[in-house]
């Protein structure tokens, strides 16, 4: 699949499903480039006609996503951005929502109880804090490798 690809893009097609593939591999591009492009791919994907959805398993699907082993959490929000799309969400409440399912589906527990400690939490704050507690996992990781 990835065919020369970004990872940014492989893994968010893989995660919308052989589908949606399809669907990409038939977008008219500008240029080769763009199908590297992540902002571009979804952007193509956002102004796709898409037939009619059933909502409520649109929905299923989006409250269903958790945070995948090994997946960043700027893949995470990316998949999740994708389906809340799709899933009829009204402009107003889409932030709150998404917030909510990265809450409930981050991969670390700890990072978990974090974000539920935090009042008045908000989308960007709490990406801002998934990322902060990925960086440091990593950099912790780094260290522990260097002195063994």
């Known amino acids: 699949m990835s065919h020369g690809r970004k990872p940014g893009v492989v893994l968010f097609l893989y995660w919308i499903g052989v589908d949606a593939l399809k669907i990409y591999n038939r977008f ?3 240029s080769p480039d763009d199908k590297n492009d992540l902002t ?3 952007q193509n994907f956002e102004e ?3 037939a009619e959805l059933n909502e409520t398993f649109e929905r299923y699907t989006f409250n269903s996503r958790n945070q995948q082993e090994n997946e960043s959490i700027d893949v995470y929000v990316t ?3 994708a389906l809340a799309k799709t ?5 107003c409440m889409r932030d709150s929502i998404i ?6 589906g981050v991969q670390d527990p700890c990072v978990r109880k974090w974000l539920l400690q935090k009042r008045n939490l908000t989308l960007s704050k709490c990406i801002d804090l998934c990322k902060r507690s990925e960086a440091t996992n990593l950099q912790l990781k780094r260290i522990s ?3 063994n």
């Open 79 to 81: 998949v999740l951005r």
């Open 48 to 50: 796709f006609p898409i």
């Open 145 to 147: 490798g260097a002195q």
């Open 99 to 104: 917030r909510d399912r990265i809450v409930l």
């Open 87 to 91: 899933s009829n969400f009204c402009d």
């Open 40 to 42: 571009k791919t979804i």
């Open 28 to 30: 008219q591009l500008d």
